[in-house]
């Protein structure tokens, strides 16, 4: 049986973050919406046409989002609420961008929906809102209508949707309380009308997503998906697709269902291929998601080869990735600052297809060329694993010497905050911020001058030091007790410490959707990581000297520039996190032996590493906690560590 490949989705911001620019001139007035849209048009077919070229099969439509995939379905459902709706009860785009952000070209300005974490991604959705005795049609027709853009351009299509149950699980109920679920009954006739709309345009496959599956849900959810699939069963052939992490903890449920194929991530997940083909109606595609759609690294297609091969004869097979491309950057030939070396360890979105084609290539036709093929394109991954700039004998060593008293203080807390008390002699309420002050656009514009070489150093820093002299000042006028120096030098809270450690490389164009219109630009973790010299000293010595009152040591933590960089593939998490710890633990010596005796130690990602299942949250806090306190616990008694924490669920993490 012949192999074909698909991707679960593509990135949508463009190259050069053209929907971006265009999103955001369109909100200040300065181009039409019809402008707009046609940005959105040549985006999409410029990105079929990308992946086409690259050797995809089967190409996803629906994954397009004006600005979040999970509010596009809200819309297509017609749940819109009702301060957001339009007095005609029409939904338009401005429907949309009024969820999304409060306000829109059009119609009244009202609070946004909430935004959160997509599973355990830096991506952010905006979460449904359902109230009790609500009712659902079909609204929104972006789907189908992008469907016909696809069909029209001639391309073999797979249109995306994200699935009932897990729409339901993502949401959250507004007003008087009440169970969501019930609510499936009544939108599964819109999802009906849909799957009918495709199979009427000639679709044979739809990709529904549901990655609640691979959580632990409560059984009535679980109980939710057989009624559901039987209703939804019929008229187009259904991939239940799955990501993020493995499903054999729900496959009885899974395989009970009506559908025609199954997708799982196979690269985050540590499900056994054999038994899920062994376990799986016979008639069941099985797609395996074998190209990480989350990270930059290259493909080993030869490895992916030998789990692949010997099914393909026992049943029909699909190759994906693991799950949409959303979260890699787009081409990595447009970075042209990489040295060759490390360039060749990475595949970024448009790269990734063309693993997938080289390694489809290869299961459906195995001779001795193509074979050697995936051979060659996975040398860079054998040279990776003896690269200097991958490994660092001093780091792996201090690494192996870490004992439990290394992450434990002194002294009791009790007598730690004796000695604090002593040195500070704080108020017993003592104000201070979080450490940030507003970025404007002369402290931006001064560090882009410098950074490109119209500023010298000396005038950088004469600036710079500027800017902190204002902020001192500002604080002490306010009465605040405990100070910060503003980090006007800092870009960003993880980028600005990668910079300064060995181990971290950045990209020109590695940008990824956050949420919205905001994209980011995560550094990448390419090697054991170490400090070449002190980070933060200079700023914070200086800003102390202007003031009598304690100034605070500003340090992001390890779990958070862990989550929020790109990570190694060759090592654990908590190798990566315990590395970075031991670096800004030398940054804790010497902001002490500068004088500094407040450090905060930023970790607003901490509860965000959480892993999707709760029972394996206790593995990860344990080392997520203990590279915290590997940070902090240098520190001496009479100095204090802060942390903060945001936009989290603290209950979660607390104990």
Same mark, same amino acid.
């Given at each position: 049986?012949?192999?074909?490949?698909?991707?679960?989705?593509?990135?949508?911001?463009?190259?050069?973050?053209?929907?971006?620019?265009?999103?955001? &001139?369109?909100?200040?007035?300065?181009?039409?919406?019809?402008?707009?849209?046609?940005?959105?048009?040549?985006?999409?077919?410029?990105?079929?046409?990308?992946?086409?070229?690259?050797?995809?099969?089967?190409?996803?439509?629906?994954?397009?989002?004006?600005?979040?995939?999970?509010?596009?379905?809200?819309?297509?459902?017609?749940?819109?609420?009702?301060?957001?709706?339009?007095?005609?009860?029409?939904? !338009?785009?401005?429907?949309?961008?009024?969820?999304?952000?409060?306000?829109?070209?059009?119609?009244?300005?009202?609070?946004?929906?909430?935004?959160?974490?997509?599973?355990?991604?830096?991506?952010?959705?905006?979460?449904?809102?359902?109230? *009790?005795?609500?009712?659902?049609?079909?609204?929104?027709?972006?789907?189908?209508?992008?469907?016909?853009?696809?069909?029209?351009?001639?391309?073999?299509?797979?249109?995306?949707?994200?699935?009932?149950?897990?729409?339901?699980?993502?949401?959250?109920?507004?007003?008087?309380?009440?169970?969501?679920?019930?609510?499936?009954?009544?939108?599964?006739?819109?999802?009906?009308? =849909?799957?009918?709309?495709?199979?009427?345009?000639?679709?044979?496959?739809?990709?529904?997503?549901?990655?609640?599956?691979?959580?632990?849900?409560?059984?009535?959810?679980?109980?939710?998906?057989?009624?559901?699939?039987?209703?939804?069963?019929?008229?187009?052939?259904?991939?239940?697709? +799955?990501?993020?992490?493995?499903?054999?903890?729900?496959?009885?449920?899974?395989?009970?269902?009506?559908?025609?194929?199954?997708?799982?991530?196979?690269?985050?997940?540590?499900?056994?291929? &054999?038994?899920?083909? %062994?376990?799986?109606?016979?008639?069941?595609?099985? &797609?395996?998601?074998?190209? %990480?759609?989350?990270?930059?690294?290259?493909?080993?297609?030869?490895?992916?080869?030998?789990?692949?091969?010997?099914?393909?004869? *026992?049943?029909?097979?699909?190759?994906?990735?693991?799950?949409?491309?959303?979260?890699?950057?787009? !081409?990595?030939?447009?970075?042209?600052?990489?040295? #060759?070396?490390?360039?060749?360890?990475?595949?970024?979105?448009?790269?990734?297809?063309?693993?997938?084609?080289?390694?489809?290539?290869? =299961?459906?036709?195995?001779?001795?060329?193509?074979?050697?093929?995936? /051979?060659?394109?996975?040398?860079?991954?054998?040279?990776?694993?003896?690269?200097?700039?991958?490994?660092?004998?001093?780091?792996?060593?201090?690494?192996? #010497?870490?004992?439990?008293?290394?992450?434990?203080?002194?002294?009791?807390?009790?007598?730690? $905050?004796?000695?604090?008390?002593?040195?500070? %002699?704080?108020?017993?309420?003592?104000?201070?911020?979080?450490?940030?002050?507003?970025? +404007?656009?002369?402290?931006?514009?001064?560090?882009?001058?410098?950074?490109?070489?119209?500023?010298?150093?000396?005038?950088?820093?004469?600036?710079?030091?500027?800017?902190?002299?204002?902020?001192?000042?500002?604080?002490?006028?306010?009465?605040?007790?405990?100070?910060?120096?503003?980090?006007?030098?800092?870009?960003?809270?993880?980028?600005?410490?990668?910079?300064?450690?060995?181990?971290?490389?950045?990209?020109?164009?590695?940008?990824?959707?956050?949420?919205?219109?905001?994209?980011?630009?995560?550094? =990448?973790?390419?090697?054991?990581?170490?400090?070449?010299?002190?980070?933060?000293?200079?700023?914070?010595?200086?800003?102390?000297?202007?003031?009598?009152?304690?100034?605070?040591?500003?340090?992001?933590?390890?779990?958070?520039?862990?989550?929020?960089?790109?990570?190694?593939?060759? =090592?654990?998490?908590?190798?990566?996190?315990?590395?970075?710890?031991?670096?800004?633990?030398?940054?804790?010596?010497?902001?002490?032996?500068?004088?500094?005796?407040?450090?905060?130690? !930023?970790?607003?990602?901490?509860?965000?590493?959480?892993?999707?299942?709760?029972?394996?949250?206790?593995?990860?806090?344990?080392?997520?906690?203990?590279?915290?306190?590997?940070? $902090?616990?240098?520190?001496?008694?009479?100095?204090?560590?802060? /942390?903060?924490?945001?936009?989290?669920?603290?209950?979660?993490?607390?104990?």
């Amino acid at each position: 049986m012949s192999v074909i490949n698909h991707t679960l989705g593509f990135p949508r911001v463009g190259l050069r973050r053209e929907l971006k620019k265009a999103q955001e &001139s369109y909100w200040a007035g300065n181009i039409s919406q019809d402008e707009l849209l046609a940005v959105g048009k040549e985006l999409r077919a410029r990105h079929w046409q990308q992946q086409q070229d690259a050797g995809v099969d089967l190409l996803p439509v629906g994954d397009f989002a004006w600005y979040d995939h999970v509010l596009t379905t809200s819309l297509l459902l017609g749940n819109v609420p009702a301060r957001h709706q339009n007095a005609d009860g029409s939904i !338009d785009l401005d429907t949309l961008f009024r969820i999304g952000r409060g306000r829109a070209p059009t119609g009244e300005p009202a609070a946004a929906a909430e935004m959160t974490k997509w599973f355990n991604t830096n991506y952010h959705y905006m979460v449904p809102e359902f109230t *009790q005795g609500q009712s659902f049609s079909l609204g929104w027709q972006q789907l189908l209508e992008e469907v016909d853009e696809a069909l029209a351009l001639g391309h073999n299509v797979k249109p995306v949707l994200l699935g009932p149950v897990t729409y339901l699980w993502l949401g959250k109920v507004k007003g008087a309380q009440f169970d969501r679920l019930e609510l499936l009954k009544d939108i599964l006739p819109v999802y009906q009308q =849909v799957l009918k709309a495709l199979a009427e345009r000639g679709i044979e496959w739809v990709q529904i997503d549901e990655p609640a599956l691979v959580l632990e849900l409560p059984q009535e959810w679980l109980d939710a998906y057989q009624p559901a699939y039987q209703a939804l069963a019929g008229q187009v052939k259904l991939l239940l697709t +799955t990501y993020f992490e493995g499903i054999s903890h729900n496959l009885d449920t899974i395989r009970a269902l009506p559908v025609q194929g199954l997708h799982v991530d196979a690269v985050h997940g540590n499900d056994d291929l &054999s038994a899920l083909h %062994n376990a799986l109606p016979q008639e069941w595609v099985l &797609s395996i998601g074998a190209i %990480n759609g989350r990270n930059v690294w290259r493909a080993d297609v030869g490895q992916w080869f030998e789990r692949i091969q010997p099914l393909v004869s *026992q049943r029909q097979i699909w190759i994906g990735s693991s799950c949409s491309l959303l979260h890699s950057p787009i !081409d990595l030939n447009v970075e042209t600052r990489l040295d #060759a070396e490390v360039k060749s360890w990475f595949a970024f979105a448009l790269q990734k297809c063309a693993e997938l084609a080289l390694l489809t290539k290869a =299961v459906n036709d195995p001779t001795a060329e193509n074979l050697q093929s995936l /051979t060659d394109y996975s040398a860079p991954i054998r040279a990776r694993r003896r690269s200097t700039r991958v490994h660092n004998a001093q780091v792996e060593k201090r690494l192996a #010497a870490i004992t439990t008293r290394d992450s434990a203080r002194n002294q009791p807390y009790e007598e730690r $905050a004796k000695a604090q008390r002593a040195r500070f %002699n704080l108020p017993a309420w003592p104000t201070t911020t979080i450490g940030s002050f507003p970025q +404007t656009t002369e402290i931006r514009g001064l560090r882009l001058d410098f950074k490109q070489g119209r500023v010298d150093g000396n005038n950088y820093r004469t600036g710079i030091s500027e800017h902190i002299k204002q902020a001192i000042t500002e604080q002490e006028r306010l009465g605040l007790d405990v100070l910060v120096h503003g980090e006007a030098e800092r870009n960003d809270m993880v980028e600005y410490f990668g910079e300064h450690l060995d181990g971290f490389v950045f990209t020109q164009n590695g940008w990824v959707q956050s949420y919205g219109s905001r994209c980011v630009k995560p550094p =990448v973790i390419i090697g054991d990581i170490s400090r070449p010299e002190a980070i933060t000293v200079e700023w914070a010595k200086y800003a102390q000297s202007l003031t009598d009152k304690p100034v605070k040591g500003m340090l992001t933590g390890p779990v958070t520039i862990l989550c929020w960089s790109f990570p190694r593939e060759d =090592v654990t998490r908590e190798i990566i996190a315990k590395q970075i710890a031991l670096a800004l633990r030398d940054e804790v010596e010497d902001l002490e032996k500068a004088g500094i005796g407040i450090i905060q130690i !930023d970790e607003p990602a901490l509860r965000e590493g959480l892993p999707l299942r709760r029972s394996d949250w206790q593995a990860y806090l344990e080392w997520a906690v203990d590279a915290f306190r590997l940070n $902090a616990a240098v520190a001496q008694d009479d100095t204090q560590i802060h /942390t903060h924490m945001c936009y989290c669920e603290f209950n979660d993490i607390m104990d």
